[in-house]
């Protein structure tokens, strides 16, 4: 005997949205290869033909999860402003939920041989190239790499290994270090620094 199964009306927006939460949940905790879309689709509570349905494919799915958080906030964050920002949800309350999911994500995916982490390589690489329109260094690219690789460490220490002080230090005293050596890392020495600050500004000084 079949069970009737209740009516539910449809909600292509919040089926989307759940199955995205699933799917970044699952590809933070196993990275993209070991992620199915089997698990996926029982996290989110739906058939598995959804996902193809509105994705198209596990690959398309993970671009989705990185930008949901990822792009946005390139777009809608000045480059002089994207590293604190980024740096402040990876500090905040032991970290955004949703930049860790990312960052886990990142972690997780960036060294499989599958061709979907160029979808997180380019990324990553988006936020550089943000960066390194802050400098005028010949090696404006490497910095801003050097920067990422920083803002990615600081993340792993802090919210995955949770290695002290580190863990537990208050984030206005974190950024304080590490947004004065940015500074230093992306100007040479008679440069000022992100909005105009040259060397006899402290960072006492900062806005």
């Not at 739906?46 to 946005?72: C, D, P, W």
Request: charged share 25%.
């Amino acid at each position: 005997m079949v069970e009737d199964v209740p009516h539910r009306p449809r909600d292509a927006r919040g089926t989307r949205a759940r199955i995205l939460h699933a799917a970044g949940a699952v590809f933070a905790e196993r990275g993209y290869e070991a992620a199915t879309v089997r698990d996926i689709a029982g996290r989110a509570g739906v058939n598995q033909a959804l996902i193809f349905r509105y994705f198209g494919s596990k690959k398309a799915l993970l671009t989705e999860v990185m930008a949901q958080g990822g792009k946005e906030q390139l777009v809608n964050t000045p480059p002089d402003r994207l590293f604190e920002t980024a740096l402040r949800g990876v500090l905040a309350d032991g970290g955004r939920p949703d930049w860790n999911r990312m960052l886990a994500v990142y972690l997780r995916s960036i060294g499989s041989a599958d061709a979907a982490p160029d979808t997180v390589r380019a990324l990553g690489e988006e936020y550089a190239a943000a960066l390194a329109t802050l400098s005028s260094a010949d090696d404006s690219t490497l910095r801003a790499q050097l920067a990422m690789a920083w803002l990615l460490g600081i993340g792993v220490m802090r919210t995955v290994v949770g290695q002290e002080p580190l863990a537990s230090a208050e984030p206005d005293e974190i950024c304080g270090h590490v947004l004065t050596a940015l500074e230093s890392l992306l100007h040479d020495e008679d440069e000022g620094g992100p909005g105009g600050r040259t060397e006899e500004q402290g960072p006492a000084d900062r806005p």
